[in-house]
C-alpha cells in the first residue's frame, strides 16, 4: 500500500464522485490545546483525544458548535501526530481508532459526514481514507448493502464510499483484491441494481469476476440481476448450473417457481394438410415425383401453411418445398422445367398485358422453375426499376437467378441485379455498404464476360466500374455531413400530440415515464413533421407556425368515459392496458403516411391515412375500406417502392391475438395482401402483483424495416418476422424469449424498442417485450448473437457502421456484425430526449446541455449549454443543424381553428396557430 499519493492523484480522488453529496465545509479551527504527547501516536491519540472531548462537554447542549469545535480539534492532533510519526508500527490500529472516533460524533448522518471531512481533510493518507471509506461504506450500506434499497441518502453514501474505494485501487494506491475494494464493488453493484441500471450492474459482475474470480454467491448475485430484468429464462440457467444442491431452501423454491412459468412459444399459421403432403412429398424419392411437386406448389403458393424447425424457427411450406427443389441436380429438375412450362402458359398469357405485379408473383409461386415465367419477370423487374422500385426488382432478380437456365434471361437477370443493388439506400451510412454490397454482388462473375448494357454488351468489369462510381457519387454527401449544434425549436398548436387523459386503464407510473409527450419530428424533404395519435402538423422553413395541421377528431367531440367502456363489456377489469410507444409517420414522394384515427376510448389507432405533403389534403384513408373492417394497425407504417407495410391486428381482443403484416398500394391505399404471422399472448407477464392490470406493448409497436426486398417486423409478441415484400410470404419466423415484467411497470415499459436494423447480413432486433438486443441471420432467421442487459430502451440508429442505442442514461454502440461494443458513453445528468445519428456524429440532448459525439469514436466533439428554452424533448438533423421540441413548444391555450374537412382543402398555411406566434425560438 503507497502511504501518500501525489498531489495531483489526490485531487483526482477528492473530486471523483463529489457530486453524490454536498461538499463539506472547511472547519475554523480555533487555537488548538497543547498535545501532550505519549510514548507512542496511538497512544497520544487516545489521551489527547479523551481530554478534548472532556474539555467541551460543556458544549454538550450546543450540538452543532460542540461537533464543528471537536472535530476541529481532532484534525489539528491528527495533523500533528502523522508530521511527528509518519511512518512506524501500530499505523493501521491508529487509523482505526480515529475512524471509529471521528464516526461517533453527530450520530448516524453527522458520523457520515465526519468521515467524509475527515477523508477530504488528508486526502494523501491512504491508510486513513481506507478505513474511513470502508467504515462509511459499512455504516451506509449494512451487512448486505440493504440500504442502497431502503434509503436515497444511504445509496448516495455509498455511491461515494464504493467510488473513492474503487478509485484508490485502480491507481495503484492499495491492491484491487484488497477485502474493503469488494466490498466496494458488492456495494457499487447492490446500488446499481436499486436504481434499475442494469447494464451497468452487468459490468460490475464482469469486473469483480476478473479481479477476484468466480463464486457461487456471485453467480447468485448475477441471478438476481437477471430475475430484476425479467429474463428468467437465463436465472432459471443459472440456478441449474448448481446442480441437484442449490445452495439456499429459497433458490430451490425459486427454482420449482420460475420451472412451471417456461414461456409458451408463439403460435405460427398452420395448415396439417399441407403438412401431411410435405411428408408425402420427401419422401418420394425426396421431392422428384413432378405431379405431386405441381400438386405442393399450387396448394402452397398462397402462403397459408407455415412449418417448424427443430430449433423453433419457422418458414413457408413454400420456401421448404423451394429449397428442396434447389437442392437437386440440374438433371433431376429438368423434367419439372418442362411440365411448368408448358402448363403456366394460358395464365402467363393472361397476365402478361397488364403486367399486374399480384398477379405474376402468384404464377411464379406456382410456375416457378418455367422458363417463360422467368422472362415475364425479367421484363417486369425491368420496368419497376425504371420507376424506381429498387427493392422488388432485386428480389426479382435473384429469383431468376437461383431459378432461371436460359443464358440471356440470366444475363438481363444479373445486369439487372447489379443496378438494383446500386439503387438501394445506404441508409444514411454513404456509399460504403452499397459498394460493399456490388462487389460481394460481382463476386464469382468472369470480369470480361461480356453482358448485356444500355442497349449494347459491356465486359462485368466495366460495368462494375460505372456502377461504383455511381455509388460513390450518390453516398458522398450523406458521408461528409457535419450537424452544428444550432438548435431551431417548433411551436406546437394548442393541441397535444398526445391525450393521456385518455389511457384510463394504463397506469399513471407508466404515462408520467413516457418519453416523448410532446410527439416525434422527424425532417425529410424539405419538411418537419411533428407527429403524435392526435396531431400531425407539418412545417417548412417558418418552424413558429405549421404549414398545415391535423386532429383525427373534432376536439369537442365526446369519447366514451371509462365507467361507459368498462359497463359496455368491451374492457375486461383485467384486459391489457396499452403501452404508449412510438409514433412515426413515414414520409415519402412528398406525402405524409401515418397511423390515423382513434377507436371510441381515444386509445387506439384505428386505420391509415395519407396527406399531401404541400397542402395537408387527405388522399385517402382506411375508414371506408371494407377490406380494412375490424382491423387495427399496431405500428408505424413503413413506406418503400410505392408500398406501404405495417402490421396489424384485429379490432377486438382476447387471451391470445393474432398478427399479420399488410401491404397497401401507397398510391391509392388499397389493400394488396395480408398475411397472418403469429399469435401469442397480447400482455407482458407480470409475477409480483397479479392484482395489478397488465400491461401490452404491442398496439403501439415500431414500423417494420423494408430492406432488399424483404420486409423485417419485430412483432413485440415473441417473435420476428421476414417475408418478401412483393406477396408477403413468410420466408423464416424466429422466436425469442420475452421479458417478464419485473417490478416497475415503468422501468419494464420505457423501452420503446425499434425498428430491426438490418447491415452486414444481420438483422439486430430491439422488441419492446425483450430485455437487451439480438441479433438474427437476415437469410436464415438464426440467433447470430446476443447482448443481454444492454440498455436498450430506444435505438438511435445507424451511424459510422454501428448501431448506436440509448438508456439507462447512456449511449453504446454496438458492432452489428458481432454484437460486441465499440463504445460506451454515459451521460450522468440523464439524456432528455432520443439523440439522432447524423452522418458519422450523433447529436444528443442531456438535461444541461446539447452534445456532438463522434460516432467511430463516442468522443465529444462539441458542447453547448440550452438556452433559456431548456432541453431538448425530441431532436431532428435538418441542413446541417438541428429542429427540435421542448417544453415551451407547446403553443399556449387558445381558441383552436375548425379542423380540416376530411378530403379537399387544407386550412391555409398557419391557420392552426388562433393566436399570434412569436417566432421560432432558438437555442
Given at each position: 500500500?503507497?502511504?501518500?499519493?501525489?498531489?495531483?492523484?489526490?485531487?483526482?480522488?477528492?473530486?471523483?464522485?463529489?457530486?453524490?453529496?454536498?461538499?463539506?465545509?472547511?472547519?475554523?479551527?480555533?487555537?488548538?490545546?497543547?498535545?501532550?504527547?505519549?510514548?507512542?501516536?496511538?497512544?497520544?491519540?487516545?489521551?489527547?483525544?479523551?481530554?478534548?472531548?472532556?474539555?467541551?462537554?460543556?458544549?454538550?447542549?450546543?450540538?452543532?458548535?460542540?461537533?464543528?469545535?471537536?472535530?476541529?480539534?481532532?484534525?489539528?492532533?491528527?495533523?500533528?501526530?502523522?508530521?511527528?510519526h509518519p511512518e512506524g508500527e501500530g499505523r493501521t490500529a491508529l487509523d482505526r481508532k480515529m475512524v471509529a472516533d471521528f464516526a461517533a460524533m453527530g450520530g448516524e448522518a453527522g458520523g457520515r459526514m465526519h468521515l467524509r471531512q475527515l477523508v477530504e481533510a488528508f486526502p494523501g493518507r491512504v491508510g486513513l481514507a481506507l478505513e474511513a471509506l470502508d467504515a462509511l461504506l459499512r455504516r451506509a450500506g449494512g451487512t448486505e448493502f440493504e440500504g442502497a434499497r431502503g434509503s436515497p441518502d444511504a445509496a448516495e453514501w455509498m455511491e461515494y464510499a464504493s467510488g473513492r474505494l474503487i478509485a484508490l485501487a485502480q491507481a495503484g494506491a492499495v491492491p484491487e483484491a484488497h477485502p474493503a475494494v469488494e466490498r466496494a464493488w458488492k456495494a457499487r453493484l447492490a446500488v446499481r441494481m436499486a436504481e434499475r441500471r442494469f447494464w451497468d450492474a452487468a459490468g460490475v459482475i464482469a469486473a469483480i469476476r476478473a479481479i477476484f474470480g468466480d463464486s457461487p454467491s456471485l453467480r447468485l448475485q448475477e441471478a438476481e440481476l437477471h430475475l430484476a430484468a425479467g429474463r428468467y429464462d437465463d436465472v432459471l440457467r443459472i440456478y441449474q448450473e448448481f446442480g441437484h444442491k442449490p445452495p439456499s431452501e429459497s433458490v430451490y423454491s425459486r427454482m420449482k417457481s420460475l420451472s412451471k412459468l417456461s414461456e409458451t412459444p408463439p403460435d405460427f399459421p398452420r395448415d396439417l394438410g399441407l403438412e401431411m403432403k410435405w411428408l408425402a412429398l420427401v419422401g418420394r424419392a425426396g421431392g422428384t415425383d413432378t405431379a405431386a411437386v405441381q400438386a405442393f406448389l399450387d396448394d402452397s403458393a398462397a402462403g397459408s401453411g407455415v412449418m417448424r424447425h427443430e430449433d423453433g424457427r419457422a418458414a413457408s411450406a413454400w420456401e421448404l418445398a423451394d429449397a428442396l427443389l434447389a437442392s437437386q441436380g440440374a438433371a433431376a429438375i429438368a423434367p419439372l422445367r418442362a411440365s411448368q412450362a408448358r402448363?403456366?402458359?394460358?395464365?402467363?398469357?393472361?397476365?402478361?398485358?397488364?403486367?399486374?405485379?399480384?398477379?405474376?408473383?402468384?404464377?411464379?409461386?406456382?410456375?416457378?422453375?418455367?422458363?417463360?415465367?422467368?422472362?415475364?419477370?425479367?421484363?417486369?423487374?425491368?420496368?419497376?426499376?425504371?420507376?424506381?422500385?429498387?427493392?422488388?426488382?432485386l428480389r426479382t432478380f435473384q429469383d431468376v437467378l437461383l431459378h432461371a437456365e436460359g443464358t440471356e434471361t440470366r444475363a438481363r437477370a444479373q445486369v439487372g441485379l447489379w443496378v438494383a443493388t446500386a439503387c438501394q439506400p445506404a441508409g444514411g451510412a454513404g456509399a460504403a455498404p452499397v459498394a460493399a454490397a456490388l462487389r460481394a454482388a460481382f463476386a464469382g462473375v468472369p470480369a470480361d464476360e461480356q453482358l448485356p448494357w444500355m442497349g449494347g454488351r459491356q465486359t462485368a468489369s466495366a460495368i462494375q466500374k460505372r456502377l461504383l462510381e455511381s455509388a460513390a457519387d450518390d453516398g458522398a454527401p450523406a458521408a461528409a455531413t457535419a450537424v452544428k449544434l444550432g438548435v431551431e425549436l417548433v411551436r406546437l398548436p394548442p393541441v397535444p400530440p398526445w391525450d393521456f387523459s385518455l389511457f384510463f386503464r394504463t397506469p399513471e407510473e407508466l404515462l408520467r415515464t413516457f418519453p416523448?409527450?410532446?410527439?416525434?419530428?422527424?425532417?425529410?424533404?424539405?419538411?418537419?413533421?411533428?407527429?403524435?395519435?392526435?396531431?400531425?402538423?407539418?412545417?417548412?422553413?417558418?418552424?413558429?407556425?405549421?404549414?398545415?395541421?391535423?386532429?383525427?377528431?373534432?376536439?369537442?367531440?365526446?369519447?366514451?368515459?371509462?365507467?361507459?367502456?368498462?359497463?359496455?363489456?368491451?374492457?375486461?377489469?383485467?384486459?391489457?392496458?396499452?403501452?404508449?410507444?412510438?409514433?412515426?409517420?413515414?414520409?415519402?414522394?412528398?406525402?405524409?403516411?401515418?397511423?390515423?384515427?382513434?377507436?371510441?376510448?381515444?386509445?387506439?389507432?384505428?386505420?391509415?391515412?395519407?396527406?399531401?405533403?404541400?397542402?395537408?389534403?387527405?388522399?385517402?384513408?382506411?375508414?371506408?375500406?371494407r377490406a380494412w373492417a375490424e382491423t387495427w394497425p399496431v405500428s408505424d407504417p413503413a413506406a418503400a417502392d410505392g408500398r406501404l407495410y405495417v402490421l396489424t391486428m384485429q379490432e377486438k381482443f382476447g387471451p391470445m391475438m393474432p398478427i399479420a403484416l399488410a401491404c397497401l398500394d401507397a398510391e391509392d391505399g388499397r389493400l394488396l395482401w395480408?398475411?397472418?404471422?403469429?399469435?401469442?399472448?397480447?400482455?407482458?407477464?407480470?409475477?409480483?402483483?397479479?392484482?395489478?392490470?397488465?400491461?401490452?406493448?404491442?398496439?403501439?409497436?415500431?414500423?417494420?424495416?423494408?430492406?432488399?426486398?424483404?420486409?423485417?417486423?419485430?412483432?413485440?409478441?415473441?417473435?420476428?418476422?421476414?417475408?418478401?415484400?412483393?406477396?408477403?410470404?413468410?420466408?423464416?419466423?424466429?422466436?425469442?424469449?420475452?421479458?417478464?415484467?419485473?417490478?416497475?411497470?415503468?422501468?419494464?415499459?420505457?423501452?420503446?424498442?425499434?425498428?430491426?436494423?438490418?447491415?452486414?447480413?444481420?438483422?439486430?432486433?430491439?422488441?419492446?417485450?425483450?430485455?437487451?438486443?439480438?441479433?438474427?441471420?437476415?437469410?436464415?432467421?438464426?440467433?447470430?448473437?446476443?447482448?443481454?442487459?444492454?440498455?436498450?430502451?430506444?435505438?438511435?440508429?445507424?451511424?459510422?457502421?454501428?448501431?448506436?442505442?440509448?438508456?439507462?442514461?447512456?449511449?453504446?454502440?454496438?458492432d452489428p456484425a458481432s454484437g460486441s461494443v465499440l463504445w460506451d458513453r454515459a451521460a450522468p445528468e440523464g439524456l432528455s430526449a432520443r439523440p439522432v445519428a447524423a452522418g458519422n456524429f450523433v447529436v444528443a440532448s442531456t438535461t444541461r446541455r446539447l452534445l456532438r459525439l463522434d460516432a467511430v469514436s463516442g468522443e465529444i466533439v462539441e458542447e453547448k449549454p440550452h438556452g433559456a428554452a431548456g432541453p431538448l424533448m425530441a431532436l431532428a438533423a435538418r441542413d446541417g443543424g438541428i429542429v427540435g421540441l421542448c417544453g415551451s413548444s407547446a403553443a399556449a391555450p387558445a381558441p383552436a381553428p375548425a379542423p380540416?374537412?376530411?378530403?379537399?382543402?387544407?386550412?391555409?398555411?398557419?391557420?392552426?396557430a388562433a393566436a399570434p406566434a412569436p417566432a421560432a425560438g432558438s437555442s
Open positions: 500500500m503507497k502511504p501518500w499519493l501525489p498531489a495531483a492523484l489526490a485531487a483526482a480522488l477528492l473530486i471523483w464522485g463529489g457530486g453524490a453529496v454536498a461538499p463539506a465545509r472547511s472547519a475554523a479551527a480555533p487555537a488548538a490545546p497543547a498535545i501532550e504527547w505519549q510514548e507512542s501516536a496511538e497512544a497520544t491519540w487516545e489521551v489527547n483525544a479523551a481530554r478534548f472531548l472532556s474539555d467541551l462537554a460543556p458544549l454538550v447542549d450546543q450540538p452543532a458548535r460542540h461537533d464543528r469545535e471537536l472535530f476541529a480539534r481532532w484534525t489539528a492532533l491528527a495533523r500533528a501526530i502523522f508530521e511527528k402448363e403456366c402458359e394460358e395464365a402467363l398469357a393472361r397476365a402478361r398485358p397488364g403486367a399486374d405485379p399480384q398477379t405474376l408473383f402468384a404464377l411464379y409461386r406456382r410456375f416457378p422453375w418455367s422458363a417463360p415465367v422467368h422472362e415475364a419477370l425479367v421484363d417486369a423487374a425491368e420496368t419497376w426499376l425504371r420507376r424506381g422500385w429498387s427493392g422488388l426488382a416523448s409527450p410532446l410527439g416525434s419530428i422527424q425532417a425529410c424533404g424539405g419538411m418537419v413533421v411533428v407527429g403524435g395519435p392526435n396531431l400531425l402538423a407539418c412545417y417548412g422553413q417558418d418552424l413558429a407556425r405549421p404549414l398545415w395541421m391535423r386532429s383525427p377528431l373534432p376536439l369537442d367531440r365526446p369519447r366514451r368515459t371509462r365507467a361507459e367502456e368498462e359497463r359496455g363489456g368491451r374492457w375486461s377489469r383485467y384486459a391489457p392496458a396499452p403501452a404508449p410507444g412510438p409514433f412515426v409517420p413515414a414520409v415519402a414522394g412528398g406525402r405524409v403516411f401515418s397511423r390515423w384515427g382513434m377507436d371510441a376510448s381515444g386509445q387506439y389507432l384505428r386505420g391509415l391515412v395519407a396527406i399531401d405533403g404541400g397542402s395537408g389534403r387527405i388522399l385517402w384513408s382506411t375508414d371506408d375500406d395480408q398475411h397472418p404471422l403469429g399469435t401469442h399472448s397480447l400482455a407482458a407477464t407480470r409475477v409480483e402483483d397479479r392484482r395489478e392490470r397488465p400491461v401490452e406493448p404491442v398496439h403501439y409497436g415500431n414500423a417494420v424495416t423494408v430492406s432488399g426486398g424483404a420486409v423485417y417486423a419485430v412483432t413485440n409478441l415473441g417473435f420476428v418476422a421476414r417475408c418478401d415484400a412483393r406477396d408477403g410470404m413468410i420466408e423464416w419466423l424466429s422466436p425469442y424469449a420475452r421479458a417478464y415484467v419485473s417490478g416497475s411497470h415503468a422501468a419494464a415499459m420505457r423501452r420503446q424498442g425499434a425498428s430491426p436494423a438490418v447491415a452486414g447480413g444481420r438483422v439486430v432486433c430491439m422488441p419492446r417485450d425483450y430485455a437487451g438486443v439480438f441479433a438474427l441471420d437476415a437469410a436464415t432467421g438464426r440467433p447470430a448473437w446476443q447482448v443481454p442487459l444492454a440498455p436498450a430502451e430506444e435505438a438511435v440508429g445507424m451511424a459510422a457502421g454501428a448501431l448506436v442505442i440509448k438508456g439507462e442514461g447512456r449511449l453504446v454502440a454496438l380540416a374537412p376530411a378530403s379537399g382543402t387544407a386550412p391555409a398555411p398557419g391557420a392552426a
